[in-house]
């Protein structure tokens, strides 16, 4: 069965120290790796797509790496406007539903 | 271009009352999907649409009904509404289904059944 677990569930930093979050998968082939952010009382919005293993992709304080079996988003010099709840999601190659399995997320809170 | 909309943003219903979530998109996507989202529970796919015409059950199906109206729109309905339907709903859509595209949210209805 396809799943998507995140740890840890929540996350407090100090404003510039530096942390990752980590996102384990199993799926039947993996079609795309998904990083989204969520504020609160808001949507889910869109971070990165990391499609095979090896993949960095970057944006700003924010780097998300892919391997098999897990992902990383590595938060550098973390500020207060980078708290939310981060969501990990994948997108298997079986059934081409477009259909996304997400993890529970990590809630992340940036004190000044 | 507002992107993906939804109303109501919030809703109070009782035990056995109906009502309908209104989604709609305005990026000329192809698929469409409408989420719930609980308190350690993720986000769970309640239905999907691949197309105008078509709709497929997700993971939490029951006690839900779905159309696609148009390829702008895809509604909700709860035909009567549970405690257990007390949720977060979320309409995403997707340029369709060839290829891997992200998800693009809605801002959410919030939703209580007493």
């Known amino acids: 069965e396809d799943q998507v677990t995140q740890s840890p569930e929540a996350l407090r930093l100090q404003e510039g120290e530096s942390s990752s979050l980590n996102c384990s998968y199993t799926v039947s082939g993996l079609r795309g790796l998904f990083w989204y952010r969520q504020d609160p009382g808001k949507g889910p919005e869109f971070l990165f797509t990391?499609?095979?293993a090896g993949e960095e992709k970057e944006k700003e304080r924010l780097k998300a790496t892919l391997t098999k079996k897990e992902s990383f988003l590595h938060i550098t010099a973390p500020k207060p406007e980078d708290s939310a709840t981060y969501l990990c999601a994948v997108q298997a190659r079986s059934g081409n539903t477009g259909k996304l399995i997400f993890g529970q997320g990590t809630t992340l809170q940036v004190k000044p | 271009n507002a992107g993906v909309t939804q109303t109501p943003k919030f809703q109070v219903l009782k035990t056995g009352q109906s009502m309908t979530l209104q989604c709609a998109q305005d990026?000329?996507?192809?698929?469409m999907y409408w989420y719930r989202q609980d308190p350690g529970m993720g986000l769970r796919l309640i239905y999907y649409s691949a197309s105008e015409g078509t709709t497929d059950k997700g993971e939490v199906p029951n006690g839900y009904n779905v159309s696609r109206l148009n390829k702008r729109e895809f509604s909700l309905r709860l035909e009567s509404a549970a405690p257990s339907q007390t949720s977060v709903y979320f309409c995403?859509?997707?340029?369709?289904?060839?290829?891997?595209?992200?998800?693009?949210f809605g801002p959410g209805t919030r939703l209580t059944v007493t």
């Open positions: 995403a859509s997707t340029p369709g289904l060839a290829g891997t595209y992200e998800q693009y």
């Open positions: 990026m000329n996507h192809n698929s």
């Open positions: 990391l499609y095979s």
